[in-house]
C-alpha cells in the first residue's frame, strides 16, 4: 500500500492576507512547493495539464497560490457554489481532525468558490455568503465568466482559508491535517481529474478522505 505524501507547510509570519498579491511572491519564493501530477484514471482521462502549487501559512490563514497551464480555458459559473468543477478549476479538500468531517474548497479560473462541509459526496452544507467571503482570493484571469477557449493558457488562482473557517486554531504547535489538492476541468474540450496524492476509485472521485494525504502546519524555526 503506498504511503500517503506529508506536505510541511512553513510558518511565514508576515504574510498578509489583505495583500495576496504580496503573498503570491512570498508563496512563490518561501512556500512549499507540490505538483498535482497524478492521473488517476489514464485510460479514459489521460490529459494531463501542468498543475503546481506553493503553500505556507501565518498563523491565521492558510495560503495556497496554484499555478495552471492548459490548452482550454473555461469560466461559465460565476456565482457562490455553482458547479465550478465544470470550468477549469483547482481544489482543496482537508479534514483538520482525520475523522471522516472535511471542507472542499472548490475555485474556477476567475475565483469562483463552491465550498461546503462534509462527512460523504452528497448532503454538503454549504458554506454561506458571508463565510465565503471570508475566503481571499485572487484570479489572474479577472472576474468575468466567458465560455470555452482554445489555445495555450497560463494562469493562477491564490486563495487565504480562515483557520477558523475549518475549525483549527494554531496556538504554536504543529497541527497536522489530512488532505488533497485537485485539478479538473469535466464539462472541457479535454476533461482531467488531476490529484496531488493519488485516489484509488473505479472512476473520478474527489471526496475520498481515505486517500487524502498528510499536511502539517509547521511552527516557528526561527529561533
Not at 63 to 73: K, S, T
Not at 83 to 94: A, K, L, R
Not at 173 to 193: L, R
Request: glycine share 4%; hydrophobic share 35%; charged share 20%.
Amino acid at each position: 500500500m503506498r504511503i500517503p505524501d506529508t506536505l510541511i507547510i512553513p510558518l511565514i509570519k508576515n504574510l498578509d492576507e489583505n495583500n495576496l498579491d504580496d503573498a503570491i511572491i512570498t508563496l512563490q519564493n518561501n512556500g512549499v512547493k507540490g505538483s498535482i501530477d497524478n492521473i488517476n484514471w489514464p485510460d479514459k482521462f489521460p490529459y494531463h495539464p501542468l498543475t503546481v502549487f506553493n503553500c505556507a501559512h501565518n498563523g491565521r490563514y492558510l495560503f495556497i497560490d496554484f499555478f495552471v497551464r492548459c490548452n482550454y480555458l473555461r469560466a461559465v459559473n460565476y456565482t457562490n457554489n455553482s458547479p465550478v468543477s465544470e470550468d477549469s478549476c483547482i481544489e482543496f479538500f482537508v479534514s483538520p481532525a482525520n475523522d471522516g468531517h472535511y471542507w472542499n474548497f472548490e475555485l474556477n479560473c476567475i475565483g469562483t468558490i463552491n465550498a461546503s462541509h462534509r462527512t460523504e459526496r452528497h448532503n454538503p452544507t454549504r458554506l454561506t455568503d458571508s463565510e465565503l467571503d471570508r475566503v481571499i482570493r485572487f484570479a489572474s484571469c479577472g472576474k468575468r465568466p466567458f465560455n470555452e477557449l482554445e489555445g495555450l493558457f497560463a494562469w493562477n488562482v491564490a486563495i487565504a482559508i480562515p483557520l477558523d473557517l475549518i475549525g483549527v486554531c494554531f496556538t504554536g504547535d504543529p497541527v497536522e491535517m489530512a488532505a488533497n489538492f485537485y485539478k479538473c476541468a469535466s464539462g472541457t474540450s479535454q476533461p482531467h481529474y488531476l490529484s496531488w496524492n493519488p485516489i484509488s476509485s473505479e472512476k473520478p472521485d474527489f471526496h475520498r478522505p481515505d486517500c487524502f494525504g498528510k499536511i502539517v502546519l509547521d511552527t516557528d524555526r526561527s529561533l
